[in-house]
Structure formats: structure tokens, C-alpha cells
């Protein structure tokens, strides 16, 4: 390909290089693909991407393997309610530059990453707006406070119904000694769904999930009973929890074709919320993600297949936690 070099300033020959980067951040080795031209005339290179744009996706993948916010979630989170990077910058006590950064590509640190998750609960950003009347014009604090009271009250009394009916159970082995939490659920089913997830793998993760944190700590994560049924284990009334957060938005689930079959895939729409989870159980989550992240759904079937947890008990039955002791991972 003929070109003009910005170099020699010559038309000549010139190369598009493709080749891997690699960048050291936060002491961790992030490869991402990267290209320049390369002048056959003077043997330089120009448009040189690998300070910017594949900074920036080394920058995003770091992000993904951290389960870190993205710009674009910070962005159109803050958008949602109508406020500026000033107003939000003020609630947050931030100062002025720190937040249009990160909307910009900067990478965030751990701190400033559980504070804004945090803030995107309705309830702790409608704290933020009280307690900093000051930060929003009088009619913009009147609409957030009202808007944010609503969600908060009808996000809590969803809650509270769908737990009555669907964990109205006391803690016991077979929810794992812990009280059921929609909460704690449907963000690991949008945590395990991000960029997609057929159902039948979906319901044997969670089933890991689980049992893996309960044979460690004695304790389940969601305190969910999972059943026997002819494709392995999965959360009892599995199909009204993804049917809720397609409902709301949060879930998109669609039909996909997989060699002669055809399966059920799942994709979250927004980014789960980990900062309701202890260590351990982020621990236990990224595990068992990563050890499954090859297998397919039929693998993933056979392995949970040959569980104790499968083969004691018969379809239609409550898993006692009691069998994750044998657990094969």
C-alpha cells in the first residue's frame, strides 16, 4: 500500500503491523492486539495506536477480569438521573477532574470503585443527595428524592414479596444454614451471564457456586434449595428469577442454535453489584467461573451428573447441602 509518510514525507510503501502488546498494570501483565505503519522508506512508524487506543483496551480488559466498571456504565448511570460530572463529583466528594476521567478511560482504584458501586444503589445515592442538599439546584434535588424514594420502596417490597414466596424457609442444611437473598441471587446470575450464558450452564454454576462456598465455609451464599432434575441440579423456581430480570431489564434471554439443537441463552444488560459480597464469596465466584469458563453446557452436565449431591437423590428432590462434603472440585 502507497502512502504518504508524516515522517519523511515521501509516497511510498507502506506496512500495517499487527502484533501483540503487552502492559504492567497495577503489577499485572495485560496482552492486548495492537497496529501501526511501519515506512519501508525511512523505516519509521507512524499512527502509532499502542500509547492510546490499546492502552485503553488493555485498560478494559484489566477492567473485566477485575469485574471493575467500565466508562460507559459510569457515564450512563450518571446520565440516568440527570445529573453532571460537577453534581455527581460535589455527592461523591470528589474533586473536580477525578470523575471525568474515569467516564474518559482512566482506570479507576479500589476505593473509588466501591464507592461508586455503592452510590448506585438508589438508597445510598438518595443518602448522598440528603446529606449534601447544597450539591443540586432545589428543583433537581426535589425530583432525585422523590424518584429515589419510589425505587427505594419498591425495590424493598419486591424484595420481601418474592423472598415470602419464594425463600419463606428457615436457614437449615438445605438452603446451607443461610437465609435466602434475592439480592445476592440475582447478582450472581448477572455476574455469571455477562456476555452471555445458556440457562442449563447457568444453573449448574450456581449450583457450584453454592455448594463449593458451603464445603469451604459451612455456609451457602444465597441460602437458595436447589432440586433434582433430569439436566443436573438448579435453584428451585430457577425460572421465575430470570423471568424477573428480563422483566426488569436487567437480563435479555433468547433462543440460540447449537449444532442440532437449540438453546436458552442468557445476557445481563447491566453489571451485578459485587459489592454485596464478602471475600470469600467473591472468591468462591471468580473460582468457579474460571474453572468452568471452557466447558460447555453438556460437559458442565456430566460432571454435575456425577456428583453425590446428583446421584443420592431422585428427580424432583431438595439437595441437602449435606453432600457438597464430596463435592469433585
Not at 467500565?70 to 473536580?96: D, V
Not at 441440579?233 to 442440532?260: H, M, N, S
Not at 471468580?286 to 446421584?311: L, P
Request: proline content about 2%.
Amino acid at each position: 500500500m502507497k502512502n504518504l509518510c508524516p515522517n519523511c514525507e515521501k509516497e511510498t510503501d507502506i506496512n500495517l503491523v499487527k502484533e501483540k502488546e503487552s502492559y504492567q498494570i497495577r503489577g499485572e501483565n495485560i496482552e492486548v492486539d495492537a497496529e501501526y505503519f511501519h515506512c519501508r522508506e525511512c523505516n519509521e512508524e507512524y499512527e502509532n495506536t499502542r500509547d492510546d487506543d490499546a492502552l485503553a483496551t488493555a485498560y478494559r480488559k484489566y477492567r473485566s477480569y477485575h469485574n471493575m466498571l467500565q466508562p460507559e456504565t459510569i457515564r450512563e448511570w450518571r446520565k440516568r438521573y440527570g445529573l453532571t460530572q460537577r453534581e455527581l463529583s460535589k455527592l461523591l466528594g470528589w474533586g473536580g477532574a477525578t470523575l471525568s476521567r474515569y467516564e474518559n478511560g482512566a482506570l479507576q482504584g479500589e476505593a473509588h470503585e466501591k464507592i461508586l458501586r455503592l452510590a448506585m444503589k438508589p438508597a445510598n445515592l438518595l443518602k448522598l443527595i440528603e446529606e449534601a442538599p447544597d450539591a443540586l439546584g432545589e428543583t433537581k434535588y426535589k425530583r432525585l428524592t422523590s424518584e429515589l424514594h419510589v425505587a427505594e420502596e419498591e425495590s424493598c417490597s419486591f424484595a420481601r414479596l418474592f423472598e415470602e414466596r419464594f425463600g419463606g424457609y428457615d436457614p437449615d442444611i438445605n438452603s446451607g444454614y443461610q437465609k435466602f437473598s434475592l439480592s445476592k441471587l440475582f447478582n450472581i446470575i448477572l455476574f455469571l451471564c455477562r456476555g452471555g450464558q445458556l440457562i442449563t450452564k447457568l444453573n449448574k454454576l450456581l449450583f457450584y457456586v453454592d455448594f463449593k462456598h458451603f464445603k469451604d465455609y459451612t455456609v451457602s451464599i444465597t441460602g437458595v434449595r436447589y432440586i433434582h432434575l433430569p439436566h443436573g441440579p438448579v435453584p428451585d423456581q430457577y425460572r421465575f428469577y430470570c423471568a424477573e430480570l428480563e422483566r426488569e431489564g436487567k437480563l435479555i434471554t433468547g433462543e440460540v442454535q447449537i449444532g442440532d439443537f437449540i438453546g436458552e441463552n442468557c445476557v445481563s444488560q447491566i453489571e451485578a453489584d459485587l459489592s454485596i459480597f464478602s471475600d470469600t464469596e467473591l472468591k468462591i465466584l471468580t473460582e468457579i467461573k474460571d474453572y468452568f469458563k471452557d466447558y460447555n453446557s453438556s460437559q458442565i452436565r456430566e460432571i454435575s451428573h456425577r456428583e453425590s449431591a446428583y446421584v443420592k437423590t431422585e428427580e424432583n428432590d431438595v439437595i441437602s447441602y449435606e453432600y457438597a462434603s464430596s463435592l469433585k472440585i
